[in-house]
């Protein structure tokens, strides 16, 4: 499963990018109008430091609209990754941008049928929000689990992005789903390290070398 980082800081991409884990990166307007800077300049930036596909959401709301902005969007350089809303409009464009050969994530899914419209349409992503079905009460990686069913029923190729990712459970959860991505914040992605068996086996064994009074080097 691919890792991107969802989030518009400049300098918790820098920071992720150097430990090699990370294949790519989204940003959505609520995260971009949080990092405070033009957004241009921002996916300019995270398209520099990391060299995998780098998702920027168009704002427009019809077809002509958001083929516009996507157009733009891919200008600014070669691995930006137009998303565009899962709309009837968003669905043209996103037919529109990928014959034209723009990459597209289609985002904000919230069920299977959507989910095979935009492989329909050509998406090179579909995004499916876990966290926010979760968080009315319904089961988000049952969602993964049956656009992975269907897709793999089609032969589609529209890579299944689980996005919404609220808790080290849910990747691990996506993983087993088979999620091809998994978009998550940064403190998340920091946290899947940690395991406090490792911490308190590594100071044991750090104690015991210590008694050995020997080097490696
Ligand atoms: C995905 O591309 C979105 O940016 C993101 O995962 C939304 O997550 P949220 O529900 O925590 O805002």
């Known amino acids: 499963m691919?890792?991107?980082?969802?989030?518009?800081?400049?300098?918790?991409?820098?920071?992720?990018?150097?430990?090699?884990?990370?294949?790519?990166?989204?940003?959505?307007?609520?995260l971009v109008a949080k990092a405070g800077r033009p957004f241009r300049e921002i996916v300019r930036e995270i398209c520099a430091i990391v060299e995998g596909p780098v998702s920027a959401e168009v704002t427009a709301t019809d077809a002509d609209g958001m083929v516009a902005e996507g157009r733009s969007l891919a200008e600014i350089a070669d691995n930006v990754t137009v998303k565009v809303p899962l709309t009837m409009d968003g669905l043209k464009a996103c037919r529109?941008?990928?014959?034209?050969?723009?990459?597209?994530?289609?985002?904000?899914?919230?069920?299977?049928?959507?989910?095979?419209?935009?492989?329909?349409?050509?998406?090179?992503f579909i995004s499916p929000f876990i966290g926010r079905l979760d968080d009315i009460g319904l089961d988000g990686v049952e969602l993964i689990q049956e656009i992975r069913a269907i897709y793999d029923n089609f032969g589609f190729d529209t890579?299944?992005?689980?996005?919404?990712?609220?808790?080290?459970?849910?990747?691990?959860?996506?993983?087993?789903?088979?999620?091809?991505?998994?978009?998550?914040?940064?403190?998340?992605?920091?946290?899947?390290?940690?395991?406090?068996?490792?911490?308190?086996?590594?100071?044991?064994?750090?104690?015991?070398?210590?008694?050995?009074?020997?080097?490696?080097?």
């Open 96 to 124: 529109s941008l990928t014959q034209a050969g723009t990459k597209v994530n289609v985002t904000l899914c919230f069920s299977a049928n959507q989910a095979l419209l935009a492989a329909k349409a050509g998406a090179t």
């Open 2 to 30: 691919k890792f991107f980082v969802d989030t518009a800081d400049i300098n918790e991409i820098r920071s992720l990018a150097e430990t090699g884990l990370l294949d790519g990166v989204t940003t959505n307007p609520s």
């Open 159 to 217: 890579e299944v992005l689980a996005a919404s990712i609220r808790t080290v459970n849910h990747v691990k959860l996506c993983a087993l789903a088979g999620a091809d991505v998994a978009t998550i914040p940064p403190g998340i992605i920091r946290q899947l390290v940690s395991h406090p068996l490792t911490d308190k086996g590594l100071e044991a064994f750090l104690a015991d070398w210590q008694k050995t009074g020997d080097k490696i080097l």
